[in-house]
């Protein structure tokens, strides 16, 4: 018998809760036997909850049961949750979690101390939702270099885009929907100013290029300067706007990670990864291009990947399994300063105005166009400061990369 503690009773923990008693007899023969939830840590009270006999108040009743092998941990954030799962792990517990601030930021000492300590640390759910991506990247591809890895990181974003393309919600509207869902996080800056994207692609980095990249190195911009007008040009030019997380490998090591706005073509695969799902798409040498697609966040999606890396555990009890990477530093990410692409560019200016600055663009038009303004797509490819220093006459103007 594996005895389990889940640690936070939100959206993913009571998900996680729910999975595994509900599923208990198919997951016992997955994991070769009995996984048993014996406690949920939470400060709230939840007298009608079918789990109410197991909440507990106070971690030390965790720590110090010798009985729990597992801690799962779904509080999220930094604070509480880094104390709780330092003090598992050296209880010699293992530690499973969704919490990617906490493995973005703190990725490294934890899994070096699950290492020492001859436990495990995992965090399939930290990406993607239910969508396995950090099991294929680091085992099933482990026999390629990584060569680059992008994609659709947030669902709560890609589902507010999807409404303000499909149904011409507003952003505000589309938020609220994706809040009522369970998608969002608590605090939904974390989602639609990119935030949640950025610590996602400094996971997806460090296990595929070795070297922690932290949040504080990656470039990171959301969408919330992403308007309906935009949205619309980019369909009249065949593309659809999709905030995208992207990590390169470049030929001197280090690594260009970012986040931002792009126009993606209809043609590639990920213009059409809608709604709440995720779409990551990573290049290996070997392999070439794979593409990983699910429900990128929700209850029980999440819940799903969590609770895989609890059997994965308890089938593998008494045998360390923590991925692990070098530490990061100063020279292991760079920024976007010399990422050259073409751009997307809307500016308060006529026509002639914007072609005066860009002399080869491709102009677009939209369906109501209000008169005052112009927007087209560089012929050339440019890094932002050349695209600026073409601008720098035009007042007002959105620059959004296209991915080609
Ligand atoms: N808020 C996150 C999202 C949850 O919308 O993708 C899953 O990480």
């Known amino acids: 018998m594996v005895n389990v503690a889940i640690l936070g009773f939100g959206t993913v923990g ?68 880094l104390d709780f799962t330092r003090r598992a792990l050296e209880a010699g517990k293992s530690v499973v979690t969704s919490n990617k ?20 640390y995992l965090f399939e ?16 591809l482990a026999a390629n270099e990584i060569l680059e890895i992008y994609g659709i990181l947030n669902g709560t974003t890609n589902y507010i885009l999807t409404r303000m393309i499909r149904t011409g919600l507003t952003f505000d509207a589309a938020l609220q929907e994706a809040q009522d869902n369970g998608y969002a996080e608590r605090d939904p800056s974390a989602d639609v100013e990119g935030h949640d994207a950025c610590r996602k692609i400094c996971i997806l980095a460090a296990i595929a290029f070795g070297r922690h990249i932290y949040p504080e190195q990656v470039p990171t911009q959301g969408i919330t300067g992403v308007t309906l007008a935009d949205v619309d040009y980019a369909e009249s030019a065949g593309k659809k706007i999709k905030l995208l997380g992207r990590a390169i490998r470049r030929e001197d090591g280090r690594v ?23 779409g990551i798409s990573v290049r290996g040498d070997a392999i070439g291009d794979v593409m990983f697609y699910g429900r990128g966040a929700g209850k029980l999606p999440t819940a799903s990947a969590v609770v895989a890396d609890v059997i994965d555990v308890a089938r593998n009890m008494g045998s360390r399994k923590a991925l692990s990477w070098e530490p990061g530093g100063e020279d292991t990410a760079c920024g976007t300063d010399d990422l050259a692409s073409r751009w997307y560019v809307r500016a308060k200016a006529s026509v002639d105005g914007l072609r005066a600055a860009l002399p080869d663009c491709k102009l677009l038009a939209r369906r109501e166009s209000g008169g005052e303004e112009s927007a087209c797509i560089t012929a050339q490819e440019l890094t932002r400061a050349e695209l600026e220093e073409k601008l720098a006459g035009l007042e007002q103007h959105s620059l959004i990369r296209v991915l080609d």
């Open 14 to 81: 009571s998900g996680v809760a729910e999975v595994l008693t509900g599923h208990e007899n198919s997951i016992a023969r997955k994991a070769d036997g009995l996984i048993r939830l014996k406690y949920i840590l939470d400060v709230r009270d939840f007298p009608d909850s079918p789990f109410a006999g197991k909440f507990v108040k106070d971690f030390a009743v965790i720590e110090n049961d010798p009985e729990v092998d597992i801690v799962v941990e779904t509080i999220g954030g930094a604070k509480a949750a």
């Open 125 to 140: 759910a930290s990406v993607g939702g239910g969508i396995p991506i950090i099991r294929p990247l680091s085992q099933c």
């Open 256 to 278: 260009c990670a970012y986040v931002a706005p792009h126009l993606v073509d209809q043609s590639n695969p990920l213009a059409g990864v809608e709604d709440v799902f995720n």
């Open 101 to 120: 601030e906490l493995v973005a930021s703190h990725g490294y000492e934890l899994t070096q101390l699950a290492r020492e300590k001859g436990v495990c």
